[in-house]
């Protein structure tokens, strides 16, 4: 699919320097684009690329001053880089518009599909499944019985929602996350097995959430494991059952919820974050990789790191302290040595 500079300027609520008809059908990075491509720059260490480039239309901020001669055509909008990402936006909604329904699929009998909606082969819907417009449910996907997906819902191919699970609009959940698996449920017999506690409840994934790849989301034992409205979840990680996690949360990859955890909303996961069960986290506070939380959090907004977790600050300094620890020991084992030796009256004055 090709656009010109004109249709983009339009789309962008830009100008034009140069031949607004020239089309371009794939987008670039500045350094590596070549005709046919459209780029952008907003960075100013990027600069150089403009009067090199090979790309056919750069978009550039209003305020860009040239210091050469510009082979590309030019569109000037306000902020490059917001405008760069609303064509990769609409370039996304473009590639990934698809509908109808592929066979071979299943789809029961008693499932309800809305408008629009595109179901790729191999595919399972089961029964009492509600599916909104506008949905997209790439091959392979599994959907178990009694599960609601609102609107603008995407599937892609190999994830697996398991039955009763509720997914609000726009949701997007990416290849291998499971949601609805099993809780980690088990009860100590007196000849130490272990008794499966059945997880009758189920996962609720609110509007505008995104799970990654190969992450998991726990089922309630009973109740919901509950992803509040605008959370962002990353590849591999995670959360286990009746965990809430807040609005507009985001977690990176390959962290860990323990079971009936709260996190509060704006909360910042880096990545390999474990957090203890049982536990609550307010709002807006925030973890550097691989810190270790095994305690609630009532105050909002701090910054914390370390394992086991410490304020952010305190957390630097100890490091700093750990990297000296090896001249420390020699220090030590010097003064110790100093020490016998003195006792003994064999130290060299």
């Not at 090709?2 to 830009?14: K, T």
């Not at 405008?83 to 609409?90: E, G, I, P, R």
């Not at 819902?153 to 009763?164: K, R, W």
């Not at 990416?174 to 609805?180: D, E, L, T, Y």
Request: hydrophobic letters at 40%; a negative charge; one cysteine or more.
């Amino acid at each position: 699919m090709q656009f010109s500079a004109q249709d983009i300027a339009m789309l962008l609520n830009g100008t034009v320097e140069g031949d607004a008809a020239v089309t371009v059908s794939e987008l670039a990075k500045i350094e590596e684009a070549g005709e046919g491509c459209l780029s952008f720059l907003s960075n100013p260490k990027y600069e150089q690329y403009l009067y090199t480039t090979n790309a056919s239309i750069v978009i550039i901020n209003n305020s860009q001053e040239l210091t050469g001669p510009v082979k590309a055509t030019l569109i000037r909008v306000e902020n490059a880089y917001s405008a760069f990402t609303l064509v990769l936006q609409q370039y996304n909604s473009f590639r990934l518009n698809k509908k109808g329904i592929e066979q071979p699929s299943f789809i029961h009998p008693s499932a309800k599909v809305g408008a629009d909606v595109y179901i790729g082969a191999f595919a399972y819907i089961g029964q009492d499944v509600k599916i909104g417009d506008n949905c997209k449910i790439y091959p392979n996907v599994n959907i178990g019985d009694n599960v609601t997906l609102g609107n603008n819902v995407t599937l892609f191919a190999g994830a697996t929602v398991y039955f009763d699970c509720v997914i609000g609009n726009n949701v997007i959940i990416h290849s291998g996350a499971v949601i609805g698996s099993d809780g980690f449920g088990f009860a100590p017999n007196p000849d130490g097995s272990y008794a499966k506690i059945p997880q009758i409840g189920n996962v609720i994934l609110e509007d505008d959430v995104e799970v990654g790849s190969n992450t998991t989301i726990d089922r309630a034992t009973m109740g919901s494991t509950i992803v509040r409205k605008g959370a962002k979840i990353d590849n591999l990680i995670q959360i286990a059952h009746n965990v809430e996690i807040g609005a507009n949360t985001v977690i990176a990859a390959q962290s860990g919820i323990s079971g009936s955890t709260k996190i509060g909303e704006r909360v910042v996961i880096g990545g390999q974050v474990g957090f203890a069960g049982h536990l609550t986290i307010a709002n807006g506070n925030q973890f550097s990789a691989q810190t270790g939380v095994n305690g609630s959090i009532t105050e909002e907004g701090k910054a914390w790191g370390g394992s086991p977790y410490m304020p952010y600050k305190d957390y630097l300094r100890a490091h700093a302290k750990l990297r000296k620890l090896p001249e420390l020991d020699r220090k030590v084992y010097e003064l110790e040595k100093l020490i016998e030796e003195l006792r003994k009256g064999t130290a060299k004055e």
